[in-house]
């Protein structure tokens, strides 16, 4: 193997965002307790996929990596028992998901480092809702809180999908 | 021509990923509540924020760029080399640059692109199988974030290239004269009078003739002043005629031919006007777009312009409308080329119709059959298909002969068949 293409295999993986998300996978695997290691299996199959779809040679499959792991982290974070580190690993996920979505191999190189300010508030959202379950008392109340804000946050999406000229800044007239 | 022209998209675009994300995030949501398992909703919370996060994170109005591109490729070889340099308000990581390759050429690689010094430095490499004249529209420039999700386009992109590559006998043929064409298909000789060029006549001298025009020893003879005529060296005129009609060969064919026509039509419009002979264009598809006779060095931009506006016709145009048309911009007589694939009956039936009103016609055609033989038959009847397909080839070449010499252009990189009969109309009989 040449050191271009050893070069395009390891851009194509994308190390670091990868490690994470293969770490939330597995983490959430093991955690399920289902029979016949069906855990670590689904885990494996979710990132053998992504993987593979990455080194598809046509680019729409490339664009659609991303999709088995959040199918994968999805189910296995359905079978998990309820704990707090649970809640923090699967927000992990979605946070390194982004992460490994950054680290494109069609696009220059230095994505997952150019990507940090995208995924840095993601990331703080995560945070603060993990630490909200923390301090908050136990139950299902927290469940509806979270549910609520989230549906709020879906109408404001939706809204700026609709808008997207609200994140634009006139230039002065003057400038 | 600019993708993203200045007043046009101003918005940011969310790109499908966006959506997707979005999606997955609400059949999280939904299933976190249904089952009252708040840990999907923990999954679903970063793909609910980033694409505000996204759109936040960019540039809050179109950026702007420099584009800076040529052609450098040589022979069939076309490579396209171009920078794109941002101003200050994004990083040259985060730009995206896509060319679409023309019709009429073949990715060799896959493009690539690095930033040096803060500059999007890109190449294509294409190649051209036949001559072919191509405008490159400028490439698109977009600024997307590193995650994918939203995309903004860039301001300043602008300027086209045009790729051509010509078949090399051209460079011979600015040697061939209009006037050896008389016997087929004759010419039309100038007969301007004018202060250059080779002696014409004696007339009487007018006030303003300076000196030298004077001829003196006529005067001594006369008794009074008597002055030179002279008549301006023009080799004749030339009118190239496009057929850019749909025929039965369908439209990927016709599409290349027309492509390998139009490098043709402007090699030998630049050739003839190399020569100082005038030069008339006429594009023929549902209507005439002609471009008058004319020389000089601004006429050879003109025809290159009508000649990238030149596209295949949805709807053909009756023979006769272009041979009438014909007449409202070019006199009767002049050397006519038309370049036609002679595939139909109704190419046939152009050519007649303009020898009729009054041209002097030779037909050039270029002939489909190598862009046909790309298509597979069965082992044992691709011999006789081939054989079948060269024969009503020839078939049509030769009917056409009843009213014009036409020349069989097969080998797209060689015109060395229509070059030397125009160098000898009388004694060759190209077919």
């Not at chain 1, 549910?147 to 700026?160: K, R």
């Not at chain 2, 600024?143 to 602008?158: C, H, N, Y």
């Not at chain 2, 009917?399 to 252009?409: G, K, L, T, V």
Request: with cysteine; net charge positive; charged share 20%.
């Amino acid at each position: 193997m040449s050191a271009r293409s050893g070069v395009l295999v390891v851009r194509r993986l994308g190390p670091p965002g990868l490690a994470l998300v293969a770490f939330s996978l597995f983490w959430l695997g093991f955690a399920t307790g289902l029979p016949a290691h069906l855990g670590p299996i689904a885990a494996s199959a979710a990132l053998a996929v992504g993987i593979a779809l990455r080194f598809v040679p046509g680019r729409g499959g490339r664009e659609l990596a991303w999709m088995p792991l959040v199918v994968g982290l999805g189910a296995l974070s359905l079978a998990s028992p309820l704990t707090v580190l649970a809640e923090l690993v699967a927000g992990l996920g979605g946070v390194a998901t982004l992460a490994w979505m950054a680290d494109d191999p069609d696009r220059l190189p230095g994505g997952f480092v150019r990507g940090f300010s995208t995924i840095a508030l993601p990331a703080f959202a995560v945070g603060v809702a993990w630490g909200s379950a923390l301090l908050l008392p136990p139950g299902v109340a927290p469940v509806g809180v979270a549910a609520a804000v989230l549906a709020v946050t879906i109408v404001a999406v939706a809204f700026l999908i609709g808008r997207p000229d609200v994140f634009d800044r006139e230039e002065a007239a003057t400038s | 021509m600019n993708a993203y022209p200045e007043g046009g998209s101003r918005a940011l675009v969310w790109r499908s990923r966006t959506l997707q994300l979005l999606a997955a995030a609400g059949i999280l949501l939904v299933a976190g509540v249904l089952l009252r398992d708040p840990i999907p909703l923990f999954l679903a919370l970063p793909f609910l924020v980033a694409p505000a996060a996204a759109a936040l994170s960019g540039p809050r109005a179109n950026p702007r760029a420099t584009l800076t591109w040529a052609e450098t490729g040589t022979g069939s070889e076309v490579r396209v080399l171009g920078t794109v340099r941002p101003d200050g308000s994004v990083r040259a990581g985060d730009l995206v640059v896509g060319i679409d390759t023309p019709a009429s050429l073949v990715e060799r690689s896959p493009p690539s692109q690095e930033v040096r010094d803060g500059t999007v430095v890109f190449q294509n490499d294409w190649w051209a199988p036949e001559p072919m004249i191509a405008l490159v529209p400028p490439p698109s420039v977009v600024w997307r974030d590193p995650v994918g999700l939203v995309e903004r386009p860039v301001d300043g992109i602008a300027g086209d290239l045009v790729v051509t590559r010509y078949p090399p006998e051209l460079l011979r043929l600015g040697s061939a004269r209009l006037d050896r064409t008389t016997v087929l298909p004759g010419e039309t000789r100038s007969r301007r009078i004018g202060s250059t060029g080779e002696f014409f006549g004696i007339r009487e001298a007018e006030p303003d003739d300076p000196p030298r025009r004077l001829n003196w020893p006529a005067s001594a003879r006369t008794g009074h002043l008597l002055a030179n005529e002279y008549a301006l060296e023009r080799t004749g005129d030339v009118v190239l005629l496009l057929d850019a009609r749909p025929t039965e060969l369908g439209t990927v064919v016709d599409e290349r031919l027309l492509s390998i026509t139009r490098a043709a039509v402007e090699g030998v419009a630049e050739s003839f006007l190399r020569i100082k002979s005038r030069v008339g264009l006429a594009v023929y598809g549902e209507f005439l777009d002609a471009v008058p006779l004319s020389t000089g060095r601004p006429h050879s931009f003109r025809i290159r312009n009508a000649l990238l506006r030149a596209h295949l016709a949805e709807t053909p145009g009756p023979s006769e409308r272009c041979a009438v048309a014909l007449r409202r911009y070019f006199p009767p007589g002049v050397t006519t080329i038309v370049f036609s694939s002679l595939a139909d009956e109704s190419a046939r039936t152009l050519v007649s119709h303009v020898r009729r009103r009054g041209f002097r016609v030779v037909v050039l055609s270029p002939s489909p059959l190598p862009l046909l033989s790309v298509r597979r038959l069965a082992r044992e009847d691709e011999e006789l298909a081939e054989r079948l397909t060269r024969l009503q080839r020839r078939s049509q070449v030769a009917r056409a002969w009843q009213d014009a010499p036409s020349i069989d252009w097969e080998e797209y990189r060689s015109l060395a068949g229509f070059v030397d009969f125009l160098r000898r109309p009388a004694t060759r009989r190209v077919a």
